[in-house]
């Protein structure tokens, strides 16, 4: 709890610097001749609505929310700064301009990281003694809800407004990401953290064959020769496992498929406008609603009339108060690390993110063997090195033969 109360602190100062630079340039320093240093959303009636290029769509997943693939914020020339003393001139320097991105960036990453770590460690001690994850799953997307919902009615954050068509449009998108999400959360419960990741790793081929299948979208043969070593890595991986759950690697699959489905609706339904103050935030935010109501009743019918016993179980090992600490903290971590994805990915280049989010499933992979004490073969370490080597790859080739066209 402390590290959330951290990580929502630091997240406050850097999203707050994010998305209100006018406060910061009146501070000597913090501004940027010609634009801020931080971000700032577009105005104008023409650009209130928010659209995807066509050709920077990805699929949206619950770890990778490279959907939106907004371009990095540039870093301008400098702003000369007179003294109130006597006219002298200070420069704000090309490095000193540096040094404020990097810590921007380098808070957004760390807190990507964190918050990530701290969803999935919650998240698999809430399901340990609560094995309902239809119901942990519901809760963890509505508690977002608790987060976004204030800063609206407070003003920190533009409210969206949305038509009926806009609403129409986000639904299937907002379906797959309900799906993408409970079947991450069943797999998560039914194995081993570091195991669902690896499956999860082989993503990429989904949204490949996805995009080819139904976008008629193709790649470049470098392109699918690094789906291989990804492929081979999680089956290594899968092959090893001394745990092995079919419902856990099932389930991941189907979070694979859902995820590169949701990208396929991505790329077909939101070329059009969304609506007003439709930002990256407030577009995960809306699609979070959606999937929220959209889970509701699936969740209450699968384990509606399981939730009592099961609840009652769960007291007889641990207690009220620690078990609503694991779930309230798994959903914030699980908003929260998606929410900082979308500003890592606002301030970098796709590449840098890419390999950040390679990086990323290392670290989760590392600290859930820590935490939980999992056991791992060589060959299972050998196949999931292989298998991030593979997506590093992927997301490298993919970025090369964009740039080519």
């Not at 995009?211 to 991986?237: H, R, T």
């Not at 600490?325 to 993110?353: C, K, M, Q, R």
């Amino acid at each position: 709890m402390r590290l959330l109360v951290l990580g929502l602190v630091s997240l406050g100062v850097t999203g707050f610097a994010h998305t209100h630079p006018r406060l910061l340039s009146k501070i000597p320093g913090a501004s940027l001749k010609g634009r801020p240093c931080f971000a700032e959303p577009p105005s104008g009636p023409t650009s209130r609505s928010f659209s995807l290029p066509q050709s920077r769509t990805a699929a949206l997943t619950s770890v990778e929310p490279s959907v939106y693939n907004l371009q990095p914020t540039p870093v301008v020339a400098p702003k000369l700064l007179v003294s109130r003393r006597g006219g002298e001139v200070a420069t704000a320097t090309g490095s000193d301009a540096g040094v404020k991105q990097t810590l921007k960036v380098g808070s957004f990453f760390f807190l990507w990281y964190l918050f990530n770590i701290g969803y999935n460690i919650y998240n698999k001690k809430a399901l340990n003694v609560l094995p309902l994850p239809w119901m942990v799953g519901l809760v963890q997307l509505s508690l977002g809800l608790l987060y976004v919902f204030p800063l609206w009615l407070f003003g920190i954050r533009k409210a969206p407004k949305l038509s009926l068509q806009n609403v129409k449009n986000i639904l299937p998108v907002a379906a797959m990401h309900a799906m993408a999400h409970i079947t991450a959360v069943i797999s998560l419960g039914a194995g081993a953290v570091s195991f669902t990741h690896i499956i999860k790793a082989a993503e990429p081929a989904f949204t490949s064959l996805f995009s080819a299948l139904f976008l008629k979208q193709y790649f470049s043969p470098v392109v699918y020769a690094s789906l291989i070593p990804v492929m081979g890595g999680v089956a290594i991986a899968s092959l090893t496992e001394r745990k092995f759950s079919w419902l856990a690697f099932n389930s991941a699959m189907l979070a694979n498929t859902a995820s590169a489905g949701r990208g396929i609706f991505a790329k077909k339904t939101m070329r059009e406008p969304q609506g007003q103050n439709m930002d990256p935030a407030n577009l995960y935010a809306v699609l979070t609603i959606l999937a929220t109501l959209i889970m509701a009743p699936v969740a209450f019918l699968v384990e509606g009339s399981k939730l009592k016993p099961a609840w009652e179980a769960a007291l007889a090992v641990t207690s009220q108060r620690q078990l609503i600490n694991y779930i309230v903290s798994s959903g914030l971590y699980f908003y929260l690390y998606n929410e900082v994805a979308f500003l890592a990915l606002d301030s970098v280049h796709p590449v840098t993110h890419a390999v950040g989010n390679t990086i990323k499933r290392v670290v989760i992979i590392g600290a859930s063997i820590l935490v939980f004490k999992n056991p791992v073969t060589l060959q299972g370490y050998i196949g999931s090195a292989v298998a991030i080597a593979g997506v590093l790859l992927y997301s490298l080739a993919v970025e090369r033969t964009k740039k080519r066209n």
